[in-house]
Each structure stands twice: as C-alpha cells, then as structure tokens.
C-alpha cells in the first residue's frame, strides 16, 4: 500500500475534505499535478477544475473547484479554493448549456470586456465538464 | 393620591420599555446564532491560509516579498472593525479603548498613525477622536461579503506597497463565547509567525523553499492579499457574533433592571396608596366622633 499524507481542502464558505490520502490530482496553472506522499514542497495556484482524491482505502473522490491555492508540505496539503463542490453536486445539463452559452457569446465577440468575460466562463464550464466526465469514470471503474 | 397616580405612570412607562428590550434581547439571540454559523463557516478557510502563510513565512525563499520582510516602523496602519448600531454595551468602547491605547504607544515612540474604519460607530468615533482617516466602510448588514471589503483593505494594502505605512494591524472583537468578547489587535503585515497553528510541525533544516507555479512573486503576491482579505473578512463576521451577543447580554441586564425597578416603584405605589387610605379612614371617623 502506498504512503498516506494528510490533506486538508477549505473554501471560503467551509470546510470540504479533511483526512489522509493516497494521492490527490489537482488542476495547477501550468497543468495537471499528481501529488504523492514525499512530494517536494510546492506552492501553486489552481486552475477551475476537477480535484481527484484518492483516500486510503482505495476509494475516489472528485471535487471541482473554482480556482484558488494549493500548498504541499511534507506531510501536509492544503487545498485552499475559493469555492468547491462535490462533482456529484454539479448539474451536466446546467454545465452543458453554460458552455454553449460562452461559446455562443465568444464568437460574436462583442467588445475586449465581454470577450474576456466569456473567455472566463467557457473555461469555467468546460472545467466542469471535465470534472464530470472524470466523475463517472471514477464510478465506472468501481 | 396624587403622588400614587405619577408613580402609576411612571411604572407603565418603565414596563413598556422592558417589553422593547425583552423584544430586542430575543431578536439578538436569535441574530447571534446565525451570525455564530457564518463565522464558523468561515474559520477553516482563514484559519488553514493562516497556516499556509506562515510555512510561507518560515520558508527561505529566493524572492523575499514585502509583506514577509521586517522595515523601519514610521507610520502603522490599523483597520479598525466595529458594529454599525449601537446598544450592545461596551463593545464598541472596549475596542476603541484598546485602539487608542495602542496607538498611543505607537505615537510615544514618534511613529505616525493611520486608520480605516469598518462600521458607522467606528467611523463617528475617528472622526471625533481626529486620527487621520484614510477610508471609511459602513453598512455591510448582518452578512457581510468578502467583496464588500476589498476596497478598503486595498487603500491599507497600497499604502502600505509604496512604503507610506510600514505596518498593518486589524482591531476587532474576538468571539471567546456569549458572555465574553475580547477587544483584539493583531497584526497583518509584516507576517508574524505564530507557534500556536503549528500543532502538526517537525523539525527540518534550515533553509528549504517551495517548488512556485507559475511564478514566486505573482504568486505570493496573490496568495498573501488573499490572506490579508481572509483575514479581514474574518474579523469582520467574528465581530459580527459578538455584536449580536453582546447587544443580547445588554438587553437582558436592562430588561432584567427594568423588572427590579418596576418592583421597587410597586412597594413604593403600595405604601402611598395605602397612606391614602388610612388618612382617609381616619378623617372620616375622627369627623364621625365629633357628631
């Protein structure tokens, strides 16, 4: 069995996850990061987008989180994102339609504001798409 | 019986004041448990930045940012945190007590003082005591938002970025439980590290640094405003609960004297009504004897 390390995820409203892991896959911004037991010590911030946990028993947990930080210690990680939720809270349809609409408003393009703005939002709603659809890969593997 | 009847009045009009205190006591109570929510809500965001910030701190970085290095105290800054309203007892008095006094002993040594004022009784109170006010924030209701405060921590923030405050304290209530609420003054920047997070910490050499991405000083410049507005977001709703319970405490102390008042006022109608009385009866029978 592999390593655990304690990881600790806060958002600005609560209190989400707190307990020993495996691993954790978080969105960083220069991309993906797998963070084991031993990683160095690193501090980045995160990207809206999925959050996998690997507790230690072997089960999966995804969050998404809409940006923020995350901190490795050597026996600790925090998780400190400006809002989280439970991937099986998000709603597909809801996330769906959010991209179209971004999209929709992207390629009209009306000033550098709105673009930027829609730019933002596309990014945000196709990561939570990603976030689902690594949802049910996790469920489907169990 | 005329003294009777103006105690009678005045009894009336002390119990109608306790029914608005008795009504304002409960309204408190219940204010305070949702405000108590809100600020537990938040503790464990603060609370882990805290402690982020302070590896951060004790890391021995490359790029040593400002907010992390120790300069020359000429002028402090302090962000004031109070009630909007009043009736709450000492509470807001306490907290400014506890500004001036710091503030004094900040002046005995020839440093120069700033303030911010967040609610309306600490922006009446600067602007009577003559500290030089750089910005003012009222009305943030019973929920404050976190986004309603970025302006004035950011006045503080730059200031404090072009070097015209060289330190930064936040002074708000601290929530011990119902009864008691402790006028606090912390410090926020420069970071000070605090030993009382560190429950989890071993030993380990000296000079170790973060792995950054993307960059150390866009980074920590980001992560540690965030951690001032955390913090400030957090004092504010801290302050929030003890408003409400110290409005509670004071409402039930004066529902409870308006009772003891009421039953002294009582004794005292009791005993002119009854000297009435016996004055009465005994003209009618001394009149009686001499028919």
């Known amino acids: 069995m592999a390593k655990s390390f304690h990881c600790e995820i806060v958002s600005a409203e609560q209190s989400i996850f707190s307990g020993e892991v495996n691993q954790l896959v978080a969105a960083g911004m220069m991309g993906d990061l797998g963070i084991m037991a031993?990683?160095?010590?690193?501090?980045?911030?995160?990207?809206?987008?999925?959050?996998?946990?690997?507790?230690?028993?072997?089960?999966?947990?995804?969050?998404?989180?809409?940006?923020?930080?995350l901190e490795v210690q050597p026996d600790l990680v925090s998780v400190l994102a400006d809002s989280a939720v439970r991937a099986r809270d998000l709603d597909e349809a809801e996330a769906e339609s959010a991209r179209k609409e971004a999209q929709r408003e992207l390629n009209e393009q009306k000033s550098d504001l709105d673009y930027s703005r829609a730019a933002a939002e596309l990014a945000e709603a196709v990561a939570k798409l990603r976030t689902l659809d690594q949802l049910r890969r996790a469920s489907g593997k169990r | 019986m005329a003294a009777a009847k103006e105690i009678k009045t005045q009894i009336g009009s002390i119990k109608n004041t306790q029914k608005i205190t008795s009504a304002m006591e409960m309204v408190a109570a219940s204010k305070m448990r949702k405000a108590q929510e809100r600020m537990q809500a938040s503790q464990p965001y603060a609370k882990q930045i805290r402690k982020?910030?302070?590896?951060?701190?004790?890391?021995?970085?490359?790029?040593?940012?400002?907010?992390?290095?120790?300069?020359?105290?000429?002028?402090?800054?302090?962000?004031?945190?109070?009630?909007?309203?009043?009736?709450?007892?000492?509470?807001?008095?306490n907290l400014f007590k506890a500004v001036v006094k710091d503030a004094k002993a900040w002046r005995d040594k020839g440093?120069?003082?700033?303030?911010?004022?967040?609610?309306?009784?600490?922006?009446?109170f600067f602007r009577k005591y003559g500290g030089n006010l750089l910005a003012a924030k009222s009305g943030l209701g019973e929920a404050p938002e976190a986004k309603d405060l970025i302006g004035s921590v950011k006045v503080m923030l730059d200031a404090f970025d072009d070097g015209t405050l060289d330190r930064l304290y936040v002074v708000s209530n601290e929530f011990v439980n119902t009864m008691t609420q402790?006028?606090?003054?912390?410090?926020l920047v420069p970071l000070v590290t605090s030993d009382e997070d560190?429950?989890?910490?071993?030993?380990?050499?000296?000079?170790?640094?973060?792995?950054?991405?993307?960059?150390?000083?866009?980074?920590?410049d980001k992560l540690l405003k965030r951690y001032v507005e955390s913090q400030v977001y957090q004092a504010v709703v801290e302050n929030a609960a003890c408003e409400q319970a110290a409005r509670m405490i004071a409402m039930?102390?004066?529902?409870?004297?308006?009772?003891?008042?009421?039953?002294?006022?009582?004794?005292?109608?009791?005993?002119?009504?009854?000297?009435?009385?016996?004055?009465?009866?005994?003209?009618?029978?001394?009149g009686a004897a001499a028919v």
């Open chain 1, 38 to 69: 031993g990683h160095t010590p690193l501090l980045t911030e995160l990207k809206p987008g999925p959050l996998r946990v690997l507790g230690e028993s072997g089960d999966e947990q995804v969050y998404y989180v809409n940006g923020g930080f």
């Open chain 2, 252 to 286: 039930k102390n004066a529902t409870d004297n308006a009772g003891n008042l009421i039953d002294e006022l009582q004794l005292v109608y009791n005993k002119a009504r009854q000297a009435a009385i016996t004055q009465e009866i005994s003209e009618i029978v001394s």
């Open chain 2, 182 to 187: 402790k006028p606090t003054v912390r410090q």
């Open chain 2, 52 to 93: 982020v910030v302070g590896h951060v701190a004790k890391a021995n970085p490359e790029y040593r940012h400002p907010y992390t290095l120790d300069r020359e105290v000429k002028r402090v800054g302090y962000i004031v945190v109070s009630s909007d309203r009043g009736l709450a007892g000492g509470l807001n008095v």
């Open chain 2, 198 to 220: 560190d429950d989890d910490e071993q030993p380990r050499p000296d000079s170790w640094d973060y792995l950054y991405e993307p960059d150390a000083q866009a980074l920590l």
């Open chain 2, 111 to 124: 440093v120069e003082t700033d303030f911010v004022a967040i609610g309306s009784k600490a922006g009446t």
